[in-house]
């Protein structure tokens, strides 16, 4: 009875003990686990009482993450352009021009008839090409052929806050007219530069130009910012605001210079509209020297090249030139 009851209590002690081991060693592991991240701070060489507990490299991984990225403007339409007619164009034709320290482009083609009939000075809508499809190339090729020097002007961007969005009416109008102003002013000693190189070349000269460019640059013409030609043509004639298109009807049915109103059966709504009442106006005027002449198309926005060139010659036969 006694050895059992000491086999028994020697058990017990040897469980116990074990027990005791196992919860100190845990304890222990806890410790560990407390002083490792101590162990793991490095100190700040700029500070040395301040740790960082992330390793250098991450520190500057964050660094360079919060700074802000840098975004490039867009390259404009104009440079691109330009960039695009410097590569392909024949270098004959291309000839770049300088007013004060902004250069730009024009193509100049020389007559190639027998008999030198004058200068027609091209400019496409804004937002296209000097070399457009759309009119203005097939003019500056086909009118040398009947004795026309042609030169077509690069243009310009369209102003980015042109039509303005704001609900206010009188705020949108003057926004739409500071915009224009700027455009228009951007557009004044470009003109003159061609019309300088015009003026070496004997002739009359006449001025064809299509879209906004059209009625920005009779707006000109009406303001005496440049000089006026012999005759003007426009193609597709309008504004993006009804009261910029009233405007320029107008301007059409008070000035005295002779005036080409083409615009196609298939154009945008703001011409099939606008060019009724600008004909309208002319009408009640009595202008002489104003023809407007719708020609079918079957691409829109795209003029049908033989019924443009024969449009054109025959009013410039009409009113004697």
């Known amino acids: 009875m006694r ?14 003990e074990m027990g005791l081991a196992q919860e100190k060693s845990e304890i222990a592991g806890e410790k560990t686990l407390q002083l490792n991240p101590k ?59 300088m007013v004060g320290t902004e250069d730009f482009i024009t193509l100049t083609q020389k007559d190639l008839h027998a008999t030198d009939k004058g200068v027609m000075i091209l400019l496409p809508e804004w937002q296209q090409v000097a070399t457009s499809p759309k009119a ?17 002007l690069q243009p310009l961007d369209k ?7 704001t609900e206010n009416a009188n705020t949108r109008a003057a926004e739409n007219q500071e915009a224009l102003q700027a455009y228009q002013e951007a557009l004044i000693p470009k003109m003159k530069a061609v019309f300088d190189e015009a003026a070496q070349y004997p002739g009359i000269f006449v001025v064809i130009a299509e879209g906004n460019n059209a009625a920005n640059v009779l707006n000109l013409f009406e303001q ?32 005295e210079l002779p005036i080409l109103d083409l615009y196609l059966k298939k154009d945008t709504q703001w011409v099939e509209h606008f060019a009724k009442i600008r004909k309208q106006y002319a009408a009640k005027e009595m202008k002489i020297y104003y023809r407007q002449r719708q020609l079918n198309n079957f691409a829109p926005s795209y003029y049908p090249e033989k019924d443009l060139s024969r449009a054109i010659k025959g009013w410039l036969t009409a009113i004697g030139w």
């Not at 050895?3 to 116990?16: A, K, M, P, T």
């Not at 500056?140 to 077509?152: A, D, F, K, N, Y």
């Not at 012999?230 to 107008?250: D, K, P, R, W, Y």
């Open 159 to 165: 102003p980015a806050t042109y039509p303005s969005q």
């Open 39 to 97: 162990e793991n701070q490095t100190v700040n060489e700029n500070n040395p009482e301040s740790t960082d507990t992330e390793p250098a490299e991450n520190d500057n991984e964050s660094k360079e993450s919060t700074q802000p990225l840098t975004i490039l403007a867009p390259t404009s339409e104009q440079s691109i352009y330009q960039s695009d007619l410097e590569k392909y164009v024949r270098k004959g034709i291309l000839k770049p021009m």
């Open 3 to 16: 050895l059992s009851q000491l086999f028994f209590s020697i058990i017990v002690f040897f469980f116990s």
């Open 136 to 152: 203005i190339n097939y003019l500056r090729q086909h009118l040398p052929t009947q004795g026309w020097t042609t030169i077509v």
């Open 224 to 255: 005496q910012q440049l000089p006026l030609p012999n005759a003007f043509v426009m193609l597709s004639a309008h504004m993006l605001t009804e009261q910029g298109n009233i405007s320029l009807a107008t301007q059409v049915s008070e000035t």
